[in-house]
T-cell receptor, first 115, second 114 residues
Framework: GAVVSQHPSWVICKSGTSVKIECRSL??????MFWYRQFPKQSLMLMAT?????????EQGVEKDKFLINHASLTLSTLTVTSAHPEDSSFYIC???????????FGPGTRLTVT | AQKITQTQPGMFVQEKEAVTLDCTYDTSDPSYGLFWYKQPSSGEMIFLIY??????QNATEGRYSLNFQKARKSANLVISASQLGDSAMYFC???????????FGRGTSLIVHP
């Protein structure tokens, strides 16, 4: 158990458009979900933490208005990159925690390329 | 100061040999957890092994073992009998106290050659 999916797995979009990435916990309820960003050959950088039904908590330096996070249900969180620019091109990974557990289960990631 | 330090940007090992990936950590919290993840070229993060700060014995999971030296604040990953499929990035991570959020090291790229 504890499977997390992400959709899409990769996306190419034009500069100025918005892109939505979905993160779903398939076989458990995720009270907390995390969004990470990873540049090539670098470590994971936490962008934000989202709890179901409440506003996301963003890490310092992450633009809230650019990276919109919605955790609408216990199985779904979405990350919307608004008005994307080439510098937003990156690998975005989500993870989810079960209730009363510290274990994080990672999604397979979404590779975003902005042209 | 970095909380997780992985000093080896890249490691090479011959197939079937053992390899140790280094990880040192820094925390003043007596309660913490240490993780190792594998990230192949596909990008997914694969959980390998976990060690709690109060665990008396070193964690083991199949070919993976964690050499936990608390006084030295090190948590090295040992992979025995390396396989070609072990080629990947390996990240050490630490979660402190009651936090859900782990801190990741910079990673070590492991290449297993035949």
């Amino acid at each position: 158990g504890a499977v997390v999916s992400q959709h899409p797995s990769w996306v190419i979009c034009k500069s100025g458009t918005s892109v939505k990435i979905e993160c779903r916990s398939l076989d458990f309820q995720a009270t907390t979900m995390f969004w990470y960003r990873q540049f090539p050959k670098q470590s994971l950088m936490l962008m934000a933490t989202s709890n179901e039904g409440s506003k996301a908590t963003y890490e310092q330096g992450v633009e809230k208005d650019k990276f919109l996070i919605n955790h609408a249900s216990l199985t779904l969180s979405t990350l919307t990159v608004t008005s994307a620019h080439p510098e937003d091109s990156s690998f975005y990974i989500c993870s989810a925690c079960k209730a009363d557990s510290y274990e994080q289960y990672f999604g397979p990631g979404t590779r975003l390329t902005v042209t | 100061a970095q909380k997780i330090t992985q000093t080896q940007p890249g490691m090479f090992v011959q197939e079937k040999e053992a390899v140790t990936l280094d990880c040192t950590y820094d925390t003043s919290d007596p309660s913490y957890g240490l993780f190792w993840y594998k990230q192949p070229s596909s990008g997914e993060m694969i959980f390998l092994i976990y060690q709690g700060s109060y665990d008396q014995q070193n964690a083991t999971e199949g070919r993976y073992s964690l050499n936990f030296q608390k006084a030295r604040k090190s948590a090295n990953l040992v992979i025995s009998a390396s396989q070609l499929g072990d080629s990947a990035m390996y990240f050490c991570a630490m979660r402190e106290g009651g936090s859900y959020i782990p801190t990741f090291g910079r990673g070590t790229s492991l290449i297993v050659h035949p």
